[in-house]
């Protein structure tokens, strides 16, 4: 419910919003679902079973219930549950920064933490450095354009999505095919709930947050607070340089 409350009290009649869930063999929980769907109408009930296994599916329903129901919006956000999303930092740097570089990349674009998947047998190369593997971005969330998931869905009838990973083969390899380009920003999407800095406007630059951690890499189970938390980021100087590095800066794979 915080998690709604969240979305519903920063929102405008811009955006849509859903959750999406799987189907789950516990029935007191599939009518909880279909109680609250009935009664906030945006819940999306899919019947793929919901695991980590199935996401890669979860996520072609997704991206085809949006092209479905919502084809003229410029950009999707997927998060997960356990991500914090700042909405009104979120619309600021859409304005004041990723437009930009939409535009640049003929809509085909990618907002993310991206990381690097190597693999000797692969046959995907990273440019930039000749290895073997390639890029793709981390599932906290990511800001990826309408443009780009209708090529990917179109490109799907081309790969086996059974036994893939979701994030490894919708932002990495089909990302690769369709000509997609992914901009690294862990600034904008980090991995703890870190200052990263801020803009010469004073808006810090951090939209997600994956994990809900705090300092002391410790989950976080308390939404509300953490959000509050989250909401007020200052843009005081961190004296945590090895934090800061962690959440901000540092790219893994």
């Known amino acids: ?8 009290k920063n929102a405008n009649s811009s955006v849509i919003y859903r959750f999406f869930v799987g189907f789950t063999s516990n029935e007191s929980i599939r009518q909880s679902n279909f109680e609250e769907s009935k009664t906030y109408n945006d819940i999306v009930v899919s019947s793929i079973f919901d695991s980590h296994i199935t996401l890669v599916f979860k996520t072609y329903s997704i991206f085809t219930w949006q092209q479905n129901f919502c084809p003229s ?4 956000l997927q998060s997960l549950d356990n991500t914090l999303i700042s909405v009104p930092r979120l619309f600021y740097w859409i304005e004041n920064k990723f437009d930009k570089e939409y535009e640049a990349a003929d809509g085909k674009i990618i907002f993310c933490r991206t990381m690097e998947y190597l693999d000797i047998n692969a046959k995907y190369r990273i440019k930039s ?11 906290g969330a990511y800001l990826i354009s309408s443009k780009a998931t209708k090529l990917m869905l179109t490109q799907t009838k081309n790969e086996n999505l059974k036994n893939t990973v979701e994030d490894l083969m919708f932002t990495g390899l089909l990302a690769e095919e369709i000509g997609a380009k992914k901009i690294n920003f862990p600034k904008h999407f980090t991995k703890s ?3 990263c800095g801020c803009d010469k406007n004073n808006i810090p630059l ?5 994990g809900i951690w705090n300092d002391n890499s410790t989950f976080m189970s308390d939404y509300s607070s953490v959000t509050e938390k989250f909401k007020n980021m200052s843009c005081s100087v961190n004296g945590n340089n090895l934090e800061f590095f962690k959440a901000c800066v540092a790219r893994t794979g």
């Open 1 to 8: 419910m915080a998690f709604r409350k969240e979305w519903i």
């Open 73 to 76: 919006v410029k950009y999707i």
């Open 129 to 139: 450095n000749n290895r073997k593997g390639f890029e793709y971005c981390e599932n």
């Open 193 to 195: 709930i870190t200052n």
């Open 206 to 210: 951090i939209i997600a947050s994956k």
